[in-house]
């Protein structure tokens, strides 16, 4: 989907377990955006990072989550000790600038806790 | 704060019809996107309007900015069954650094 690559696709953790979600931007896009979906919801932003920085990560819970796009390798998205409440679908976009320029999404991972 | 409330919520047509659904909101949005979802798939961008009263084509798609800035309008014209998905509108919250997202309006196309 546009060239944004998510991986895994799903993810089945239980309860108290880590969550490791990754994002590569399309080829020369350096600000990356995670969203979350729930079912039958639209997407709500969670954080904006730009290579090595956080950006905004306003719309990211304080506890557990953490996000991080270094300078080499893809972003990361990081939820520790998950909970059921943690299931959704989880997206990632990038652009080539910032919020003026269209925004590519990967097709998600799809997380699923026992 | 700033939502983004979409309607219908859902559009049963027959295909050959035209299709209309709208965006509002009760702040100034200074850009209004318009994306469509797949099932298990991310959302496309379908077309970005950047000014008050802007007209955009894409196609059968068209989409307008409204002049008061707080609504956006997508048309389909000759619905065909892959048309079927969910339709987002969505905008730059008031910070700038976040972008809004409308809950959706599930289209369904009868062949």
């Known amino acids: 989907n546009a060239g944004v690559m998510q991986n895994p696709r799903h993810l089945v953790r239980r309860r108290g377990q880590e969550a490791r979600l990754r994002c590569s931007p399309m080829k020369g896009h350096s600000h990356v955006y995670w969203y979350r979906q729930l079912p039958e919801e639209g997407l709500k932003f969670m954080v904006y990072?730009?290579?090595?920085?956080?950006?905004?990560e306003s719309g990211m819970p304080k506890e557990r989550f953490s996000a991080e796009f270094p300078k080499e390798g893809p972003s990361i998205l990081r939820i520790q000790q998950v909970v059921r409440g943690d299931s959704a679908a989880y997206f990632c976009?990038?652009?080539?600038?910032?919020?003026?320029?269209?925004?590519?999404f990967g097709d998600g991972t799809r997380l699923s806790i026992l | 704060g700033q939502q983004l409330n979409q309607s219908p919520q859902s559009m049963f047509i027959q295909e050959g019809e035209d299709v209309s659904m709208n965006c509002t909101s009760s702040?100034?949005?200074?850009?209004w996107l318009w994306y469509k979802q797949d099932p298990g798939e991310g959302p496309v961008l379908l077309i970005a309007?950047?000014?008050?009263?802007e007209l955009t084509s894409n196609g059968r798609l068209t989409a307008q900015f409204g002049i008061t800035r707080k609504d956006s309008f997508l048309n389909i014209s000759a619905s065909i069954p892959s048309d079927v998905g969910i339709y987002f509108c969505?905008?730059?919250?008031?910070?700038?650094?976040?972008?809004?997202f409308g809950a959706g309006t599930r289209l369904t196309v009868k062949p």
């Open positions: 309007l950047y000014k008050a009263g």
């Open positions: 969505a905008g730059p919250g008031s910070n700038n650094n976040d972008m809004r």
């Open positions: 990072l730009q290579k090595e920085n956080i950006i905004d």
């Open positions: 702040s100034i949005f200074n850009t």
């Open positions: 976009a990038s652009s080539l600038q910032g919020w003026h320029q269209p925004q590519h």
